[in-house]
């Protein structure tokens, strides 16, 4: 298995960005290779109500995504997006119930959270809050649960060369915090990583909470997944926990044809469909039952293996109306997003044809993984 590796840190200065004809989104040049690509058009009003963050780790950036009222009409919003307090090394961004932004700063290890609107509107804004916590040493990757309860994947500094167990950390007050806010986590779950040599947890990467409330998650450096049925149960610091579920999708003929390959995202759609995507993989893989799926099984076949045309599938995530958005991310390859209208139908080896596709951030932008979530307001 090979290991994700994440590219040196880029130093830049803030830079004022303007709406309007200079703040187009730019079609790459690997578009003529791709299936559809969109015409640019003039960035969304002040009157988008539906986002997509991207965490530009390369570039110290919250890239912002935004359209009005319908998602397929997304676009690059280069005159919203903010660079970071810090030059924060960014993993994540998400939206919180309450409608600020919550950044996972894993270089530091801290949560930075910001004003969306007043984050919109300066090219460097400061946090109205940064979250720390004696429990959190490298967050990766965020999601609330219902109760509006923050779960944070938090790597702990492990490294292909001294790996050891990761944790998921529930901060139960993180909505609420205001300036310098130092939280106890309110579940500590440490997996077991010497249960089986098959499924390690030293690198996670992908998080995600199902409509259900239960967790899964991605192994970046192991190829798994793996899902926690019911982890709002779990009280206090639980060590040596074995997932409910854990599964690879390996090809031991021909490994790098993997399904799942160094995964780094997942997706759920409204008919609990599962969508797995891959920092080692052109391709994303779907589950079309993923609670049927055979417990500790090293070579599940997927419903669907879906080409994207892009060069890796770090990022996905599934819109309001269904459609799945897959992004590459660099440091070697181009920073595209497309978009899927139909990911739910056919099976096997399926090739659709993207209906959009755009640049979601310059050049070679690199984005660690963890996941995207919509949010609409």
């Known amino acids: 298995m090979t290991n994700e590796t994440v590219p040196s ?40 109500n539906v986002f997509l963050l991207i965490a530009n780790y390369s570039g110290h950036h919250i890239e912002v995504l935004s359209a009005v009222d319908d998602p397929a009409a ?33 270089g530091v290890g801290r949560i930075l959270v910001y004003d969306a609107d007043a984050a919109f509107a300066a090219s460097a ?35 292909e060369g001294d790996p050891h167990a990761n944790r998921l950390v529930k901060l139960h007050s993180a909505g609420t915090a205001v300036g310098p806010t130092d939280l106890d986590g309110t579940t500590v779950v440490e997996f077991d990583d010497a249960a089986s040599p098959d499924f390690k947890y030293d690198q996670l990467g ?10 899964w998650v991605t192994d ?19 060590l040596g926990v074995v997932p409910d579920l854990q599964f690879k ?31 080692g993989q052109t391709s994303v893989a779907r589950f079309d039952d993923p609670y049927a799926v055979t417990n500790n099984a090293l070579s599940v076949a997927p419903s669907a293996v879906i080409v994207s045309g892009l060069p890796n599938t770090t990022l996905v995530a599934v819109d309001g109306d269904g459609a799945l958005w897959v992004a590459s991310s660099g440091p070697a390859d181009p920073a595209t997003i ?40």
């Open 125 to 159: 804004p400061a946090p109205v809050a940064v979250i720390t916590s004696a429990d959190i040493i490298e967050p990766v990757a965020l999601a609330f649960n219902a109760a509006g309860e923050l779960w944070v994947v938090d790597r702990r500094r492990s490294s």
């Open 338 to 377: 497309a978009r899927f209208a139909n990911p739910g139908s056919g099976m096997g080896l399926q090739t659709p044809a993207a209906s959009t596709t755009f640049a979601w951030a310059p050049a070679n932008a690199y984005a660690a993984g963890g996941g995207m979530l919509f949010h609409t307001r």
């Open 206 to 215: 992908g998080l995600f909470i199902d409509q259900t409330g239960n967790i």
């Open 249 to 279: 999708s390996v090809d031991f003929a021909a490994p790098d044809d993997s399904a799942i390959r160094n995964p780094t995202s997942l997706a759920m759609d409204a008919d609990g469909r599962l969508y797995i995507g891959n920092r």
């Open 220 to 238: 970046v450096l192991n190829w798994n997944v793996a899902r926690i049925d019911d982890p709002d149960g779990l009280l206090g610091v639980v």
């Open 9 to 48: 840190q880029r130093r830049r200065r803030p830079g004022r960005r303007f709406a309007g004809a200079a703040s187009i989104a730019v079609l790459l040049a690997v578009c003529g290779t791709l299936t559809a690509c969109s015409t640019p058009t003039p960035p969304p009003s002040d009157d988008a």
């Open 74 to 106: 997304l676009q690059h919003d280069t005159g919203a997006g903010f660079t970071t307090e810090d030059d924060a090394s960014v993993a994540m961004a998400v939206f919180g119930p309450d409608g600020r932004i919550y950044v996972a700063d894993h």
